[in-house]
């Protein structure tokens, strides 16, 4: 196992984002459409917040109850991005070690961090990224 390997080789490094100006029903179509679990949020080109599946599925009806989803969308016609999502996020940069990310996400529970460079957004690694790594080393 290579011990100082950094974060970029394994980073999701073409991220898909949201503005704070999104409306939350177009987020959770995102999440639909796609696999992901985590988007950041961005204020103008600068990271703002993350936003999770887990955050949107905190606010709505919709795996609990059948027919719910006229309260759903108004549960998210009310709310904004800004008012989901975690502010000012924890990011790390693209050569933190993929151990120190490791040690990150065992000791804060997060489970998605931002990776970037300065203040610009470079891209996402998750903790599905570093079980894949280690899974790839046995």
């Known amino acids: 196992m290579k011990k100082r390997e950094p974060?970029?080789?394994i980073m999701t490094s073409h991220v898909l984002t949201v503005k704070e100006e999104d409306q939350l029903k177009d987020v959770v179509a995102l999440f639909?459409?796609?696999s992901f679990r985590h988007l950041p949020v961005l204020k103008g080109q600068?990271?703002?917040g993350i936003i999770s599946s887990t955050d949107i599925n905190r606010l709505t009806f919709g795996t609990l109850f059948e027919n719910q989803?006229?309260?759903d969308e108004a549960i998210l016609e009310m709310l904004t991005v800004p008012q989901v999502m975690t502010s000012k996020p924890e990011v790390i940069d693209a050569e933190t070690s993929i151990k120190e990310v490791a040690?990150?996400?065992a000791s804060k529970g997060f489970h998605a961090l931002p990776v970037v460079e300065g203040k610009e957004l470079k891209g996402i690694?998750?903790?599905?990224d570093i079980i894949k790594?280690?899974?790839d080393q046995y």
């Open 32 to 34: 639909k459409k796609h």
């Open 133 to 135: 790594y280690m899974l």
């Open 46 to 48: 600068t990271i703002s």
């Open 125 to 128: 690694v998750t903790t599905t």
């Open 69 to 71: 989803e006229g309260a």
């Open 7 to 9: 974060v970029k080789n």
């Open 103 to 105: 040690e990150i996400f």
